[in-house]
C-alpha cells in the first residue's frame, strides 16, 4: 500500500520547514522547535490538573466528577528526549474523554540529562503512587492500564513487566521494543517519513549515554525479556503503522505476547508513518487511533 494521501500532503508540509534534521540538532534544539510547533488543545475536559505523584510530576485528567474511575497511567513519546505532558495533553484528553475514565500522564525526567533508567524508574515510582493513592484520585486501583507511544510505549510496557503493579491491559502505540533495530521495518523506512533510522540512533544515543544500558539488555528491548516475564503480560493491544522503522518489532512483541497465551490485538494502520497519533488535525487516522485507545480503556476498566 502507498502512503495515505493525507501523510504524503503531511510530509510534504515538513519537508518545507526551515529546520535540519532532528539528528543534526542538540537535544535544547529538539525541544526549543516541539514548542515552536506547539497548539493548545480545545477539546473540552472535565478537570485537568498537575499532580506531584510521589516525586514524579503528572497530569490527572477527570472526565466526570463520578468517583471509583478506571486509570490509564500514560507515557508520552519522543524518544526518552523530547515530549512532555503538553505535547500529548490532546491526545490525554481524548482518551479520558471518549474512554468515560481517568488519564494519568507522566512527565519523567529525560535524557541527555537523565538517561537511562531514570526514565523508567520515574515511570514506575508514578505507576505505584497511583496504585497506592488511586482512591484520593477518585480512581479505583483494581482498574488500572498503562498506554504509551513510540519511546512512551517501550516504558509502558515495561512498567508493566516490572513495576508489580496489577494491570487490566497495556495499550502500546507503535512501541519502541528492539534497541537493536535489525528489522525488515527498520531498513525499509530508513528515511524520508517522519522518523528516521539517523533519529533513532540519535534518540538511543542520548538515552543510553549514561553508560548503564546496552541494546541488547531487556530493560531497554522489552522484547528480549525471558518468557517467563512476557507471559505474565495483561491483554494487550499494539497499534503499528506501515511506513514506521518502529513498525516490525511492534508486531513480533505482539507475536511473541499472543506465543505465549497472553489475549494480544495487534492493528496496523496502512499507510501510516510514525507519530501519526499526535497529528490527528491533519491525518484522519490519528483521531480514529485515539478512538480505539479509548474504547478499550473503556472496556478494560468496566469489564
Not at 537535544?27 to 475536559?45: C, F, G, K, N, T
Not at 500514560?74 to 505532558?85: D, Q
Not at 529525560?110 to 523508567?120: D, G, K, N, Q, V
Not at 506501515?242 to 494480544?264: F, I
Request: net charge negative; proline share 6%; glycine share 8%.
Amino acid at each position: 500500500m502507498t502512503l495515505h494521501l493525507q501523510t504524503q500532503n503531511f510530509l510534504a508540509l515538513l519537508a518545507s520547514r526551515p529546520e535540519p534534521p532532528l539528528e543534526k540538532m542538540t537535544p535544547v534544539e529538539a525541544r526549543e522547535m516541539q514548542l515552536r510547533y506547539y497548539r493548545p488543545s480545545d477539546y473540552e475536559i472535565f478537570s485537568r490538573r498537575d499532580i506531584d505523584a510521589g516525586g514524579v510530576p503528572t497530569r490527572l485528567y477527570l472526565p466526570s466528577a463520578e468517583k471509583n474511575l478506571g486509570l490509564c497511567v500514560f507515557m508520552h513519546g519522543g524518544g526518552w528526549v523530547i515530549g512532555t505532558l503538553d505535547s500529548h495533553d490532546d491526545v490525554c484528553r481524548r482518551i479520558a474523554v471518549q474512554s468515560g475514565q481517568a488519564v494519568l500522564s507522566v512527565d519523567y525526567r529525560m535524557a541527555p540529562e537523565f538517561p537511562f533508567p531514570t526514565p523508567l524508574e520515574d515511570c514506575i515510582a508514578a505507576t505505584r503512587w497511583a496504585r497506592d493513592n488511586a482512591a484520593s484520585l477518585g480512581c479505583d486501583a483494581s482498574r488500572m492500564v498503562v498506554c504509551g507511544d513510540s519511546a512512551g510505549g517501550n516504558l509502558a510496557t515495561l512498567v508493566a513487566q516490572h513495576s508489580g503493579v496489577a494491570l487490566k491491559m497495556q495499550l502500546l502505540v507503535y512501541p519502541a521494543t528492539d534497541a537493536r533495530c535489525i528489522t525488515e521495518s527498520y531498513r525499509n523506512n530508513r528515511e524520508g517519513l517522519l522518523l528516521t533510522a539517523a533519529a533513532m540512533d540519535w534518540f538511543f544515543g542520548h538515552y543510553l549515554s549514561g553508560g548503564k544500558g546496552s541494546a541488547d539488555d531487556p530493560l531497554v528491548s522489552p522484547l528480549l525479556a525471558s518468557d517467563a516475564v512476557l507471559a505474565k503480560m495483561p491483554p494487550t493491544l499494539v497499534i503499528t503503522a506501515e511506513y514506521d522503522p518502529l513498525c516490525d518489532e511492534g508486531e513480533q512483541y505482539a507475536q511473541k505476547l499472543t506465543a505465549l497465551g497472553v489475549p494480544t490485538s495487534c492493528v496496523r494502520y496502512h499507510g501510516q508513518i510514525h507519530a501519526f497519533l499526535n497529528y490527528g488535525i491533519l491525518l484522519d487516522d490519528g483521531y480514529l487511533a485515539i478512538a480505539q485507545l479509548a474504547d478499550a480503556v473503556r472496556r478494560s476498566c468496566t469489564s
